[in-house]
């Protein structure tokens, strides 16, 4: 596939932050096309080994002195002004692109670009669709926000015309992109570093939606109604899904043991097939069914959607298992917004256990202050909450929350919550007081699945 973009091969292209999940996804699709890289970040990662091992020269720790024989600046929006490689990219007048953009220029040299936006669920129904696409051999070049085991990491890079990516909502990056399909899987507020209030975010998923084509197609959620408030004069077809109401529906709806749903899928009142999923919760349903209405406008085959979302097992950090220790199970899960956590919660009752030892990381103090209400009353009906002290991220702590002032409020909703500083404090705890049968689930999108390794060893 060509790129909307020139850029001498005997210079280099250079990632700030390479080691990002999308990040160095980018680099390695560029490393695949024959461009040299380079890039840098705070941490070595198993992530910025494999570029590494793929011959991307990359630097640990941001330094002006890394910008050398460079020919492309590639950086994202969590990088601040006074970043000394982006400041000397400005000195040497050196090209430059944001992430988003250079994700942009990469699909326009693609026909068939599905882009899944939403608050929610974004990394599983990428996932799903890469299942179903992959089952149906359309080689298509794939970009997930988390490790998919099918693909051996976080990208893929196909030869065909298909290219499957998520399109974050943060800063408004996804406006960058191509889609063909748009899907937008749900609209919370979010993100309120950037975005002044809940309709300032929805007129910006208004502007992706006017970045489909006349013949391309809008995948959305029927169920939501911020979804359904910005569905007004369309300029390309619309395709619309969801539990209750949508042209593609679930009916008859079961869960298993561990909380898997199986349900009819129906078009417009009319059975197609059975579908079984292998990963749990009510919300993954709605993720599916975006999956599915996505699958039968790409023309794929009813055997390859079932066989597709039957493989789907679940993507790192998403209600991932990550091991049993004296009858004590340890799961993960990213969820770092309200709604997110309700939905992980919801899964979970259905989830084999006795009693559930929950370790919530709030993720940025301004998320955490913007949502301050809504966070002291998401985790309604838990045994045991554990709060670790808010992720910084790309932050800096100026004193407006912290997680003693969340947790006095949660305990004051009837949750029995306390607020643990160390992750050593977090195990020891887990150890005193976890039993055969218990559960463990770490929850958050910094670095809190730290603490079920360390229970684990």
């Known amino acids: 596939m060509s790129f909307d973009f020139v850029c001498d091969k005997n210079k280099k292209i250079h990632f700030i932050g390479i080691g990002g999940i999308s990040m160095s996804g980018l680099a390695e699709i560029l490393i695949e096309r024959g461009y040299k890289v380079s890039g840098s970040d705070m941490n070595k990662s198993l992530?910025?080994?494999?570029?590494?091992?793929?011959?991307?020269?990359?630097?640990?720790?941001?330094?002006?002195?890394?910008?050398?024989?460079?020919?492309?600046?590639?950086?994202?929006?969590?990088?601040?002004?006074?970043?000394?490689?982006?400041?000397?990219g400005k000195e040497l007048n050196i090209p430059?692109?944001?992430?988003?953009?250079?994700?942009?220029?990469?699909?326009?040299?693609?026909?068939?670009?599905?882009?899944?936006?939403?608050?929610?669920?974004?990394?599983?129904t990428t996932s799903m669709?890469?299942?179903?696409?992959?089952?149906?051999?359309?080689?298509?070049?794939?970009?997930?926000?988390?490790?998919?085991?099918?693909?051996?990491?976080?990208?893929?890079?196909?030869?065909?015309?298909y290219f499957i990516t998520e399109a974050c909502e943060y800063k408004a990056s996804f406006l960058e992109f191509y889609p063909y399909i748009g899907i937008i899987l749900n609209i919370d507020a979010d993100h309120l570093d950037y975005y002044k209030d809940l309709n300032h975010i929805k007129d910006t998923f208004s502007k992706f939606i006017d970045l489909i084509p006349k013949d391309?197609?809008?995948?959305?959620?029927?169920?939501d109604v911020n979804v359904t408030d910005i569905l007004g004069k369309l300029d390309c077809n619309l395709v619309t899904f969801g539990i209750s109401k949508g042209d593609i529906k679930a009916q008859n709806i079961t869960f298993n043991e561990k909380g898997c749903a199986s349900f009819e899928v129906v078009k417009n009142d009319t059975k197609l097939f059975d579908i079984a999923?292998?990963?749990?919760?009510?919300?993954?349903?709605?993720?599916?069914?975006?999956?599915?209405?996505?699958?039968?406008?790409?023309?794929?085959?009813?055997?390859?959607?079932?066989?597709g979302l039957l493989s789907f097992g679940g993507t790192h950090r998403r209600f991932e298992l990550k091991g049993v220790k004296n009858?004590?199970?340890?799961?993960?899960?990213?969820?770092?917004?309200?709604?997110?956590?309700?939905?992980?919660?919801?899964?979970?009752?259905?989830?084999?256990?006795?009693?559930?030892?929950?370790?919530?990381?709030?993720?940025?103090?301004?998320?955490?202050s913007s949502l301050f209400d809504e966070f002291s009353t998401a985790f309604l009906g838990l045994e045991q909450l554990i709060l670790a002290d808010i992720y910084?991220?790309?932050?800096?702590?100026?004193?407006?929350?912290?997680?003693?002032?969340?947790?006095?409020?949660?305990?004051?909703?009837?949750?029995n919550c306390i607020?643990?500083?160390?992750?050593?404090?977090?195990?020891?705890?887990?150890?005193?007081?976890a039993s055969d049968g218990d559960l463990i689930l770490t929850v958050g999108a910094g670095d809190v699945y730290k603490i079920g390794e360390m229970f684990l060893k």
Do not use: W
Not at 54 to 73: K, P, Q, S, T, Y
Not at 216 to 223: C, M
Not at 348 to 355: D, E, M, V
């Open 419 to 433: 607020n643990l500083h160390s992750f050593d404090e977090i195990v020891s705890h887990l150890k005193a007081n």
């Open 96 to 124: 430059m692109l944001t992430r988003a953009e250079l994700l942009g220029k990469i699909m326009k040299g693609h026909k068939y670009n599905v882009a899944i936006s939403g608050t929610h669920g974004k990394t599983t």
């Open 277 to 307: 999923l292998n990963v749990p919760g009510k919300h993954n349903v709605l993720n599916s069914l975006a999956a599915i209405a996505t699958a039968l406008n790409l023309k794929i085959d009813n055997d390859s959607i079932i066989k």
């Open 392 to 415: 910084a991220a790309r932050e800096k702590d100026t004193g407006i929350v912290n997680s003693k002032m969340l947790s006095d409020a949660i305990n004051k909703t009837g949750v």
């Open 216 to 223: 391309g197609y809008l995948i959305a959620n029927a169920d």
């Open 47 to 88: 992530l910025t080994d494999k570029l590494t091992s793929l011959g991307a020269e990359v630097f640990i720790g941001h330094n002006r002195d890394n910008i050398d024989n460079v020919g492309l600046l590639i950086y994202t929006a969590a990088i601040p002004d006074d970043n000394p490689e982006l400041m000397r």
């Open 327 to 368: 009858g004590i199970t340890v799961i993960d899960d990213y969820a770092h917004h309200p709604t997110e956590i309700k939905a992980t919660l919801a899964a979970i009752k259905n989830y084999p256990h006795k009693k559930v030892f929950c370790i919530f990381q709030p993720h940025t103090y301004t998320r955490t």
């Open 129 to 161: 669709i890469s299942h179903i696409t992959l089952k149906a051999n359309l080689d298509p070049t794939i970009l997930v926000g988390g490790e998919l085991d099918v693909i051996n990491g976080n990208i893929r890079t196909g030869k065909s015309e």
